[in-house]
């Protein structure tokens, strides 16, 4: 049977796809590109795990399918958490994932290193047509830099290095960045669930 990914950021459709991929979920996974008639929701929640339960409902509601949606961010200690459900807008334009690094590289200034801890932050979660749901959350805890490093992944990867890691998170391979993420952990907590409910 069909799994809906209800997302329609390409960056985490893909790893979406190697995170689940390796569940052993015995699901074909379907992105929401495969529904463009269908509206994208309002995220007029106030934190990751509404906002993934919107969009995960939205799909599941309008596709009569199981739907699974990601809803993450950066949280930045010194600033009491933003740009947390902000992320993908920071800078005022949806998905500019430059100006939004740029922007929040300027709002850090030269805040030295103690005081740069930030953290990406996920929620997944699973809606069933009936209305059952499911939430599971993930962190990567880290510091950040004073400028971009690397080329893979999107958003703020080139400016979050891992606790424990040299590099940034968009200097590591897929694979690395899947095995520690905050989208790694959170998905794979919930594939268990999904093998449970999804058959
Ligand atoms: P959908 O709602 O369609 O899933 P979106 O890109 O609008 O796509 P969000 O509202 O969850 O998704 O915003 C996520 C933002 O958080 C994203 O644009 C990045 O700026 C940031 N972000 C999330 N995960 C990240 C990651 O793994 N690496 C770097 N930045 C990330
Ligand atoms: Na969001």
């Keep these: 049977s069909r799994l809906i990914l209800a997302t329609r950021n390409q960056h985490k459709v893909a790893e979406l796809r190697a995170i689940l991929g390796e569940a052993g979920l015995d699901l074909e996974l379907v992105g929401a590109d495969a529904y463009p008639e269908?509206?994208?929701?309002?995220?007029?929640?106030?934190?990751?795990?509404?906002n993934a339960l919107l969009k995960a409902h939205a799909l599941a509601r309008a596709t009569g399918l199981p739907a699974v949606a990601d809803d993450s961010g950066l949280c930045v200690d010194v600033l009491g958490g933003a740009p947390g459900i902000f992320s993908a807008r920071w800078a005022g334009k949806h998905g500019d994932d430059r100006a939004n690094l740029e922007l929040l590289l300027a709002q850090l200034g030269d805040i030295a290193d103690p005081h740069r801890g930030a953290h990406f932050a996920c929620?997944?979660?699973?809606?069933?047509?009936?209305?059952?749901?499911?939430?599971?959350?993930?962190?990567?805890?880290?510091?950040?830099?004073?400028?971009?490093?690397?080329?893979?992944?999107?958003?703020?990867?080139?400016?979050?290095?891992?606790?424990?890691?040299?590099?940034?998170?968009?200097?590591?391979?897929?694979?690395?960045?899947?095995?520690?993420?905050?989208?790694?952990?959170a998905f794979r907590a919930l594939a268990v669930v999904v093998g449970e409910l999804v058959g």
Aim: hydrophobic share 35%.
């Design 38 to 50: 269908i509206p994208d929701v309002p995220e007029t929640g106030v934190t990751f795990a509404e």
């Design 123 to 185: 929620a997944a979660a699973l809606a069933l047509p009936d209305g059952t749901e499911r939430v599971a959350e993930g962190r990567l805890l880290g510091t950040l830099r004073t400028a971009p490093a690397g080329e893979g992944g999107f958003g703020y990867d080139p400016i979050l290095q891992p606790l424990g890691e040299t590099r940034t998170c968009a200097e590591l391979s897929a694979e690395e960045k899947n095995a520690i993420s905050h989208r790694g952990k």
